[in-house]
Every structure is written in C-alpha cells, then in structure tokens.
C-alpha cells in the first residue's frame, strides 16, 4: 500500500484545473471578493458562489412546546475578512469555502 501524506489526499481531492486561494471582502452590497496575491482581480455576481453558512438567513426552529420561532442568523461576510476560495472551470468560477481562521 502507498502512503499519502494528508495534503497529498487532500489536494487529490481538489478538480483538475482548480486552485486554492486566499481572498479578502472589499465590499458586501452587492458582495464582492478581491484575490489577495491579485487584487485587480475582483470577484462579484455570477462567478462568485458563497455557502449558505457565510450568508445572514432566517431559520425556522420549534420549541419543546412544539412552537415554531423564526430566528435570523447575521453569519454574512464582512468588509476585510479574509476567505478561502476554490476556482474551478480555470478560473472562470469562484466557490467561497469559509472564512479564514487564525488563533
């Protein structure tokens, strides 16, 4: 049997002709994502993808008392977080995967 080291298994995992990259929000109405080692690069619009946890959404949660509440989760981007971004189709489509973490 091979070895694989974890980044080995994980970058196998990644599609052919895809990049991961770190971006920076420049602005959040409409949203938009500049590339940090490119930042005339600008993402917005149709060639941006974004996770529903990165959005602000309402969600329906019941009680104990079977009593429904509609709550709003303010989890949206904001001005100067840093993301992860995985482009897929060379470049022509941006999925945002999560903010960047550094404790």
């Known amino acids: ?30 949203l938009t994502i500049s590339i940090i080692n490119n930042p005339k690069m600008v993402l917005s619009g149709s060639n941006l993808i974004l996770g529903e946890h990165l959005t602000d959404r309402i969600v329906e949660i019941e009680k104990e008392n079977k009593e429904k509440l509609k709550i709003t989760v303010k989890d949206g981007l904001k001005a100067n977080e840093k993301v992860w971004l995985l482009s897929f189709f060379n470049g022509k489509y941006y999925y945002c995967i999560d903010r960047v973490v550094i404790n």
């Open 1 to 30: 049997m091979n070895e694989t080291s974890i980044k080995e298994l994980l970058q196998s995992l990644i599609p052919i002709n895809s990049n991961l990259t770190q971006g920076i929000v420049t602005g959040t109405t409409p």
